[in-house]
């Protein structure tokens, strides 16, 4: 006998199989599965299994049930779908899927389960938690004014959580697997690109930290993160090696580090043009620290520390109202004009349909200049004398 739980009166139950059918003869156990209710407690329900008469003896079935019943009794009482949403969060999904997440994943999600579904859904038993009442979730964000990424973090974060639960056993079935993100949520204003112009207006208006900041981010595509955390040991003959991101001040690794893998967990190298990287050597001779761009107190900086900030406040009174770091990775996606390949190899993305898609803008300098190549290539078709007779 084996006890579903540390009660002293231990639970056994060896039931019998018996025929049934009409139409598929069959073999037939029914049983108790034993489960942690919302009030801690422990329940039970009945359950059955069946196996086919014509390919079992009932000898054979009743092995089998003897075997399905002694795996039951083998662990503790099951989960059920009576745990709220709120308590699958803090007890299984965010201990399980957290481990796997990079850059600033675990902050996004965090902020979207604090502020756009836990208020809402959070108390509710996972079991009653349906597809209409996701959808309608979805659509009370849209009337509250929030835009399509926000609503489609939001089904994609729950849809997340409940293919966790089907895989754990806590529900038959995912609710959210149908759900679509509604069609009148207002778009997103996308990352712009910068122009040639402001990208000059950078490079010729800043000096010191601020210039190598801009001319790395503008020159590697990398991210804001990941120059922070850039060593010595990264300038390599081939170029910059990208193998690390400055966590968000928010998250609490488990090791206690600030550092982690860049996003995706990709190890990049990122090309460095000749005149960079003369002056990141230059660089360099300024300080004697591990670090290429320590803090005044040597240590690492966070990407929300004020002395960061500052660099991009500067930046904007220059001319560039909207300037934002992420630009410059955007700004690189759009002007390299290299092969498409090497751009989204450095980039670190999984795809290059992914890179065009997501990062690569229109350049009206360039839309232009395609345009007046083909005016010239029509030009220059001269056209063929027709043959008489």
Not at 77 to 87: F, I, N, R, S, Y
Not at 308 to 322: F, H, L, N, S
């Amino acid at each position: 006998m084996v006890r579903f739980s540390m009660s002293k009166r231990q639970k056994y139950q060896r039931p019998s199989v018996f025929a049934t059918g009409v139409r598929e003869k069959l073999w037939k156990v029914r049983f108790r599965e034993y489960f942690l209710g919302r009030d801690g407690k422990e329940h039970f329900r009945f359950k059955a299994a069946t196996w086919s008469r014509g390919t079992h003896t009932k000898v054979q079935a009743q092995a089998k049930a003897d075997k399905l019943i002694q795996e039951l009794q083998a662990g503790p009482p099951k989960a059920d779908g009576t745990m709220t949403l709120g308590e699958f969060w803090t007890r299984v999904y965010l201990p399980i899927r957290k481990r796997a997440w990079t850059g600033h994943t675990e902050v996004n999600a965090m902020s979207i389960w604090r502020n756009h579904i836990d208020p809402q859904l959070g108390n509710i038993p996972l079991m009653d938690i349906t597809k209409v009442s996701i959808q309608l979730h979805l659509a009370s964000l849209v009337d509250e004014g929030f835009g399509a990424v926000v609503v489609e973090a939001v089904r994609s974060r729950l849809s997340s959580m409940f293919e966790e639960a089907v895989d754990n056993e806590y529900l038959p079935k995912n609710p959210a697997r149908k759900v679509e993100s509604p069609p009148d949520a207002k778009p997103s204003k996308e990352t712009r690109s910068l122009t040639e112009a402001e990208v000059q207006m950078l490079f010729d208006g800043t000096k010191g930290r601020d210039r190598m900041f801009w001319r790395i981010l503008l020159l590697t595509g990398a991210r804001i993160g990941e120059v922070l955390a850039l060593t010595r040991d990264d300038i390599l003959p081939d170029g910059l090696r990208i193998d690390e991101t400055v966590v968000h001040s928010a998250v609490k690794l488990a090791n206690g580090s600030a550092l982690k893998l860049p996003k995706g967990n990709k190890v990049r190298l990122a090309v460095l043009s000749t005149d960079l990287r003369a002056e990141l050597e230059a660089w360099l001779g300024t300080h004697t620290s591990r670090l290429v761009f320590p803090s005044a107190n040597g240590t690492l900086y966070r990407r929300s520390s004020k002395e960061i900030q500052a660099i991009v406040a500067r930046g904007r009174k220059m001319g560039i109202p909207d300037l934002q770091y992420r630009m410059c990775r955007t700004t690189f996606a759009s002007l390299y004009d290299g092969d498409e390949a090497d751009r989204t190899s450095i980039m670190g993305h999984y795809s290059t349909k992914f890179t065009l898609e997501r990062y690569r803008k229109p350049v009206q300098v360039r839309r232009q200049q395609a345009v007046e190549n083909l005016d010239r290539r029509f030009q220059k078709v001269v056209e063929m004398p027709k043959k008489v007779g």
